[in-house]
Every structure is written in structure tokens, then in C-alpha cells.
């Protein structure tokens, strides 16, 4: 796995594959500087670049900070998957960074790999990043739920099981899971926070191109769970 940081851009791989029937590859650099570009339409400035490589160069996972934009006092981030192995669409998420940890708000996909992919990024970058900056009082909203948000331990195993019923994470790392919370509980109860941090920890052992999509998908089990008890 090649790790690129923080000199924007210039170590990362800008090549393609041929063209096969509809599909098309995207240069990783390209891509990137598309969506730097795009982000200033909203006065955003993407810093702190932190670019993994991995599938001999064909697929990445990409960080950026927003500079001057955080969430309930976290720094807001925009991660972007691009796999050009043909195995998942492109797609942009919005999260927070703490620590060594990234909770990740909002998924969105934006384009299968078409030959037509390349016109349609500026567009495809500026409608995603528009909807963002709209919902940004959303994901604040959620993360002040999760924060002040106390279950049992009980629940946050129930949480687990569920997440490596959705294969979201092996069951051989609940464990992980377990271990965490175990450390941030009182008198067994902890914040949803917290076992959503957890769940963020113990995924870093997870195939790189899929923890962004686990994380994503782990805070809306969450979030459902909280509705369906909030409803009794």
C-alpha cells in the first residue's frame, strides 16, 4: 500500500487503463483536483491530503480537511473512493476527524465508471458538495444525539452483533468493539458516540476501499436503533 502526504497531488498515480466497451477509468490526480477545484465554489480549501493507493495503483481512498469548517468542534473532512478495479462507483463522504479516528456522516454516490465519467465530474462534484454544505447543521444535529445519547452495554453488544450480522465487520473483531466500550463505560452505560467510535477502531483492520462504507452504514444502524426506541 503506498501512502501519499501532504504535498497535494504530486506523488499521486495520474494513469488509466484502456477504455473497455462503456467502462473507463479515472485518473486519481484528476480526480482530485476536480474536487479541489469544485470546493472553492463554497470557499472551501481542502488541506491536510492524505491519499492510500492500494490494487497496484488502480484504487484509492483519499482525506481531506476543510479548512475553517468544523462540526460541533471536530474537524470536518471529505473522504472519496475511487476504485478503478471496477468493483464500486465513485463515491464522496463527509465525516469528522479525531485522533486516529474518522466517523464518516454522509455517503453519496456519484458516478458509475462510464466513459462519459470525465465531463460529468465538475458537475457531479459541485452538486455533491452543494448538498453537503446544505446538511451541515444535520450532521451536527447527529453528532450532539450521539454524543448525549447513554445506552447499556447490553445495547451496544446487540449494536455489534447486528453490524457483523450486515457484515459490516467480521465477528471475529467484536471483540475489538467490546474492548473499547468496556474502557469508556460507567456504571455500564457508555455514549452511542463512544461505541461508534469503537466500531471506527476496530474496522481499521477492514479492507481500506470498504471502511468508509462500514462506517457510514454502522451510524445509520445506530441512528435507527435510536429512532425505534425513542418510538417505544
Known amino acids: 500500500m503506498k501512502v501519499t502526504e501532504p504535498s497535494p497531488w504530486k506523488d499521486v498515480p495520474d494513469t488509466v487503463d484502456e477504455p473497455i466497451n462503456y467502462w473507463q477509468s479515472i485518473p486519481h490526480k484528476t480526480l482530485l483536483q476536480q474536487l479541489s477545484f469544485e470546493a472553492k465554489s463554497l470557499n472551501w480549501i481542502l488541506e491536510d491530503f492524505q491519499c492510500f493507493i492500494v490494487n497496484n495503483d488502480k484504487d484509492m481512498v483519499a482525506f481531506l480537511r476543510i479548512n475553517g469548517v468544523k462540526l460541533h468542534s471536530l474537524q470536518a473532512i471529505i473522504g472519496i473512493l475511487n476504485t478503478n478495479s471496477r468493483r464500486l462507483p465513485l463515491r464522496l463522504y463527509l465525516g469528522v476527524h479525531l485522533g486516529e479516528l474518522q466517523i464518516f456522516l454522509e455517503e453519496l ?43 447499556h452495554m447490553e445495547e451496544a453488544i446487540h449494536l455489534s452483533v447486528l453490524a457483523a450480522k450486515e457484515e459490516l465487520i467480521p465477528w471475529s473483531r467484536l471483540k475489538l468493539i467490546n474492548n473499547y466500550c468496556e474502557c469508556e463505560q460507567v456504571m455500564s452505560f457508555l455514549s452511542a458516540w463512544n461505541l461508534y467510535c469503537g466500531f471506527a477502531s476496530a474496522i481499521q483492520r477492514n479492507p481500506l476501499i470498504m471502511q468508509m462504507e462500514q462506517n457510514y452504514k454502522f451510524g445509520r444502524l445506530i441512528l435507527n436503533y435510536l429512532s425505534q426506541k425513542k418510538k417505544g
Open 109 to 151: 454516490t456519484l458516478a458509475k465508471h462510464t466513459k462519459k465519467i470525465q465531463d460529468q465530474l465538475p458537475l457531479r462534484f459541485l452538486q455533491a458538495l452543494n448538498l453537503v454544505h446544505l446538511r451541515l447543521n444535520i450532521y451536527q444535529s447527529e453528532i450532539e444525539l450521539y454524543q448525549k445519547t447513554l445506552i
